[in-house]
Structure formats: structure tokens, C-alpha cells
């Protein structure tokens, strides 16, 4: 099975500053690699996602990089506002047999401080 | 909005109780996940159902079992309760087959709460 780290659990930034989230998984198989944030109160909604025959896909002020030879990718938040406080996810997954659940890292909480 | 609903938000019973939450998918569909989020586990994966049947099982307790209806909506399980299965139960969905993206859509979740 797919082995998940998330780091860091905690980050800290002000408000319009950058934010980057790593998250390194073992299953060279792996292909589909989503990011996923939580509110409060609220289930997990896909924010960004990428294959693996792509390096970087951005999306306004979030941009996600893959670096599959090393089994990383990370979630980069630039210009952070109050309403990027939450939890993050990474759940890397092999997509294309479908059938499995996704295993999540065990989330990075960002704080947005005013 | 998602476009998934779980029912109920919330739901209080006692060790030892039966409980049955409710999915419903997004509209074209046909996949259901269910996942379990607690905080010492953080978001485990329980079951996949596809078209009515299981396709994929994680750490899912003999206790708990799914089903998917007919009419795509799923439900889950719980029975024999303990208070370690306090935690929130989402369900997600995705458009699964072959050359279609399995990206999974979660809805808000149910707070089960065992006293």
C-alpha cells in the first residue's frame, strides 16, 4: 500500500505571503496526485490536482509541482489570504484501475495570521 | 457544494446501538466511497461500492458493512457501536470507468458521537 507524509503539520505564514505544503509518497505506480482542503465543520473539497505526465499546474494562486523520481509533489499558496486557513491533504493514488480509496497524508494545518 | 449529501449531519447514541448514515452521490456517478475521519487516524478509507457493487475494501470493522441501491445512493453500517467509533463518517463519489477520472467529491459528512 501507499505510504504518505505531509510536511509540515503546521505552518504558520502572514497574510500574503507564500505558503508551501510537501508530500511524499512511496508507490512508483502512483499517477494522480490531489490536493484536498478541509474547513472546519466541512468535508475535504479537491482544490488542485495533477498526473503524472505533467511537472506543474496552477490554478490562480495555487500551483501544484510533481517530482516523480523522487515521489514528492507540493501545493504552493502564494499571496495567502484569511481564507486559506485550513487543513490540507495530499492523497496520492493510482488512477486508471478504479477501484481503491485514496490514502491521505496526515495534513498540514495553515494558519493565515492578519 | 459538492453535490454530495449525507444525511444525518449529526447523530447521538449509546455503546452497543446500530446506526445507519445515508449517502447520496452526485448526479452521474456511479462510484461511493466511505471514509472515516478521527483524530487519531486521521481520514482512513472504509469501502467502495461501484454500480451496486463492492469494488474495493480499506480498514473497514467486520461491525460496519455498506450497500449501494439501485438507485445509486449508499448507506453505511454501524452496529455494535464503541465509543472509539466516534469520529466523522464521510462519503464521496466519483465517475469511475474506464478512461474516466476517478476524482472523488466528498460531501459534508456525518458527526457520529457514541456516549
Known amino acids: 500500500g501507499e505510504n504518505v507524509e505531509q510536511h509540515p503539520s503546521t505552518l504558520s505564514v502572514q497574510e500574503g505571503d507564500s505558503a508551501v505544503i510537501k508530500c511524499t509518497y512511496s508507490?512508483?505506480?502512483?499517477?494522480?496526485f490531489p490536493w484536498y482542503k478541509q474547513e472546519l465543520g466541512k468535508g475535504p473539497q479537491l482544490i488542485i490536482d495533477?498526473?503524472?505526465?505533467?511537472g506543474e499546474k496552477k490554478d490562480q494562486r495555487i500551483a501544484v509541482t510533481l517530482n516523480k523520481t523522487a515521489k514528492h509533489f507540493s501545493l504552493h499558496i502564494t499571496e495567502t489570504q484569511p481564507e486559506d486557513s485550513a487543513v490540507y491533504f495530499c492523497?496520492?493514488?493510482?488512477?486508471?484501475?478504479?477501484?481503491?480509496?485514496?490514502?491521505f497524508g496526515k495534513g498540514t494545518h495553515l494558519i493565515i495570521q492578519p | 457544494d459538492s453535490g454530495v449529501t449525507q444525511t444525518p449531519k449529526h447523530l447521538i447514541t449509546a455503546t452497543g446501538q446500530r446506526v445507519t448514515l445515508r449517502c447520496s452521490p452526485r448526479?452521474?456517478?456511479?462510484?461511493v466511497y466511505w471514509y472515516q475521519q478521527s483524530l487519531d487516524q486521521g481520514l482512513q478509507f472504509l469501502i467502495q461500492?461501484?454500480?451496486?457493487?463492492e469494488r474495493a475494501k480499506g480498514n473497514i470493522l467486520e461491525r460496519f458493512s455498506a450497500q449501494q441501491f439501485p438507485d445509486l445512493h449508499s448507506e453505511l453500517n454501524l452496529s455494535s457501536l464503541e465509543l472509539g467509533d466516534s469520529a466523522l463518517y464521510f462519503c464521496?463519489?466519483?465517475?469511475w470507468g474506464e478512461g474516466l477520472t476517478d476524482t472523488q467529491y466528498f460531501g459534508p459528512g456525518t458527526r457520529l458521537t457514541v456516549l
Open positions: 461500492y461501484y454500480n451496486g457493487e
Open positions: 495533477i498526473r503524472s505526465n505533467v
Open positions: 464521496a463519489s466519483s465517475v
Open positions: 492523497a496520492p493514488m493510482y488512477s486508471g484501475g478504479g477501484a481503491d480509496g485514496l490514502t
Open positions: 448526479s452521474g456517478d456511479l462510484s
Open positions: 508507490d512508483s505506480a502512483s499517477n494522480y
